[in-house]
């Protein structure tokens, strides 16, 4: 099955910003939730940001006033604009349905914040 495909991670300074992408050929991303999800090296995966099918956007505490979710209904793909990002934001970050579909988890884009 084709998975998600998230882009635009890379190793940043402190401070410094990211913006990720994600798309899958298949899906209408204006029919589902959508989240954006990250896993730190011995950590869980967390849902860190989500939009609803009307547009309505949450963020989990770490995050909140730094990073925006956002759909592109017309290219059909999720972004996750990340500002002031900080060493605790180091992830490999994933795009998926919210709630997850296993098996559409992709292999993610990585995130390495350095202080």
């Known amino acids: 099955q084709v998975q998600f495909v998230a882009s635009g991670g890379d190793f940043v300074q402190s401070g410094g910003s990211l913006r990720l992408s994600c798309a899958r050929s298949g899906t209408i991303f204006a029919l589902y939730a959508m989240g954006w999800y990250r896993q730190a090296p011995g950590k869980q995966r967390e849902l860190v940001a989500r939009?609803?099918?009307?547009?309505?956007?949450n963020y989990v505490d770490s995050v909140k006033g730094r990073f925006a979710i956002s759909r592109d209904n017309a290219e059909n793909t999720l972004y996750l604009q990340m500002n002031s990002l900080k060493p605790e934001d180091t992830a490999v970050y994933y795009c998926?349905?919210?709630?997850?579909?296993?098996?559409?988890w992709g292999q993610g884009t990585q995130v390495t914040v350095s202080s």
């Open positions: 939009i609803s099918l009307g547009g309505t956007t």
């Open positions: 998926n349905k919210d709630p997850p579909v296993s098996s559409l």
